[in-house]
């Protein structure tokens, strides 16, 4: 049985369990072989799916002031995915991601994110009145090779911390091996003392002069 000081170990491992990954290691691979991406990746129809039980009017006010805002609902009408879009928002018709300006009576969106392990950048267009229009998946490559940075930085702080944590189980295993046998020879040795006093009293003059009567 392990002594208690053992748990000392073993309180460690929360600080050292390995937080999942934002993306995969070969993001452009995953994009360019996933039937998904595949898919998602040539312009479709797409249609802006927030609050749809609402009347026509309502919808068209509230996804221009959600778009103004930075951020709006889109689904791919041909697969049926849906997309939580966030971009700058906009507040004189124009940003590096929502433009009211570029066209009449429509509004162009860019907005990046993960999806599925990987970079991407959703690029399209709405309609504002039928709040439909045309969009698309493109690779982000400038974001993914920053989060392949992050990655192959988290995977060695990962490594160096798992290489510590096996350092510090190697020393207390080594530590309990010479407490074990040390404990070992002490009793070793109090065993031989107290044999050798057994003889010793036993081969006594006393015990021998009253064996002898």
Not at 4 to 29: C, H, Y
Not at 90 to 116: A, L, Q, R, W
Request: include cysteine.
């Amino acid at each position: 049985m392990l002594p208690f000081e053992t748990t000392n170990i073993f309180e460690q491992l929360p600080r050292f369990v390995f937080k999942m990954p934002r993306v995969v290691p070969d993001q452009e691979s995953k994009f360019q072989s996933d039937e998904l991406f595949r898919r998602l990746c040539r312009e479709s129809e797409v249609r802006y799916t927030g609050y749809r039980d609402r009347p026509i009017e309502e919808r068209q006010m509230r996804f221009q002031a959600a778009c103004r805002d930075g951020h709006t609902e889109v689904s791919f009408i041909a697969t049926g995915t849906n997309l939580q879009l966030v971009f700058n928002a906009c507040s004189n018709g124009y940003s590096d991601g929502c433009d009211f300006t570029k066209e009449p009576g429509k509004v162009h969106i860019k907005s990046g994110f993960i999806m599925n392990g990987v970079c991407v950048r959703w690029r399209g267009w709405l309609d504002l009145e039928r709040l439909d229009g045309v969009g698309c998946l493109e690779f982000d490559e400038e974001r993914a090779q920053i989060e392949d940075t992050i990655l192959r930085e988290q995977v060695e702080m990962y490594n160096q911390r798992l290489r510590e944590f096996e350092e510090k189980q190697r020393v207390f295993r080594a530590q309990h091996e010479r407490h074990v046998e040390a404990e070992v020879e002490v009793r070793a040795s109090r065993y031989r003392t107290h044999t050798a006093r057994k003889k010793q009293s036993e081969l006594s003059p006393d015990r021998a002069g009253s064996a002898s009567n």
